[in-house]
């Protein structure tokens, strides 16, 4: 605990603006430590050194309402501060980001001021961690967001109030409607007009993997049309932060279709991600691979698709 103590008092010095912190991201993966109920009773942040070993730079902590774990909120944000603990000491840049069914199918004012009130509650607990931590508001905001973005733009506003009135300087992150897409980020004016002070916005694509049939998301052997989408929608988003003099961050990006059939071979993945990284390291957008459990047993230790992750993590530092 001491070292920790130290180790949190040392990281405290680091001073951060949007565009250290982007630099700073670098790659990531999103951990779903917080998420899963196995993952949750069996302590497997842990285990995050293990993603530091390989060679990411960043974790995306992904975690809901602690009602699903049968948690107070007060515990529940106690076991968040194991997961980020854990991850400072092992020098990787924590990232927590929420989500919560109840909020995206029921985007009501009850449900918002709900969250708005745990954000508040995370921004207290945190108030004094190294702003190498930081906040992403809502994970891949869909469902009736989608029908009603004002409710999200309504959330979003309160949150960074609450939040700000108990952590003046970490970095908050605000995703568009339809899944974080780059092309409704439109939807933020109302926020990003006033200049908050330390936004970034995080926008991704593909964070289910490319579709054999999906045109939105379309990759086969890799025409030019297909690498088209990916740098059409890339750019997009680059110059659109750019226009709000914004920064950005990828989040979640998976090189299969792992949770739709698995189709891709190794190769096939491979050139999907070769297209994907130069992209990415080209506008200088860092990204986050989905997800940790995709690519590491936690039970037995051991890597999985190791091929698809090796290839990632080295081609991604050869190309930078």
Known sequence: ?????????????????????????????DVNWATFKKYVKHEYYKQAGVFKKLGFQTVRIR????????????EYIEFLKKCVNEAIKNNLTPVLTYGSKTLAQHPTDKNIEKAVKF???????????????????????GKNFN???????KFYKKAIKAIRKNDKNKIIFIAP????????????????KKHPKNLMIEWHYYAAGPSLKNKNK??????????ELITKKATFAKKWCEKYHLYSWVGAIMPGDYNKGDH???????????AIIDTQNSLKIPFAINADGQFYDYKTGSLKREEVLKFIINYYYYTK
């Open 264 to 274: 891709y071979s190794y190769d096939e993945q491979k050139n999907f991600m070769k």
């Open 1 to 29: 605990m001491k070292k920790l103590i130290l180790f949190l008092s040392v990281m405290s010095l680091f001073a951060t603006t949007p565009k250290i912190y982007q630099q700073k991201l670098g790659l990531g993966i």
């Open 177 to 192: 409607i339809h899944a974080s897409n780059p092309y409704y980020l439109d939807i933020l004016k109302p926020i990003v």
């Open 147 to 153: 029908k009603n973005p004002k409710a999200l733009v």
């Open 119 to 141: 954000w508040r509650e995370i921004a207290k607990t945190f108030k004094h961690y190294p702003d190498i931590l930081s906040y992403d508001l809502y994970i891949e905001p």
């Open 218 to 227: 379309k990759w086969t052997t890799g025409t030019q049309e297909e690498k």
């Open 63 to 74: 975690f809901t309402d602690p009602e699903k774990f049968n948690m107070t909120q007060k």
